[in-house]
């Protein structure tokens, strides 16, 4: 409200970002727990949209779509978060070194991405906006995932 923002539109912020309980799941991974757990298809953060098309296969779990389409997987060996395209199942990206620094460095795109809702200049401030990826680079687990984080903000 400081900012001149009206009350619809806090309203329908902090819906997006309510989510209920589904049943209490105790999954080893953080990320397929809170997919099964809560009910969070309605969160988007940078067209990432999780608790979308979950399934279990032998060696991967389904976790969201990306960009409407493509999904987000966690695999079972390795632990990486990766995005494969929807049809074919080739990787697009790796998103994290496991799913607990996906996570992690989701909560700060959604950091970065409510700013500059809240601050419309920081879309154009470069510095803050590398500075962030750069930030969910290290958190996601390094330079291996920098592709995907830069394709994210637009560097």
Sequence with gaps: KKINVNDEFIKEELNRFHVSLLKNYNFSDDLWNLVNSYEV???????????????????????????SVDRIVIEKVSKYVKILNAESEIELFLCGINSDSFLRALLVMAEYFITCMIHVEQYNNAEYRESMCKKCIELAGGMEFREFYEYIFII
Aim: charge should be negative; aromatic fraction near 14%.
């Design 41 to 67: 298809e309605k969160i988007n953060i940078a067209d990432i949209q999780l608790g979308h098309f979950i399934e279990e296969t032998e060696t991967i779990y389904y976790v969201g779509v990306f960009e």
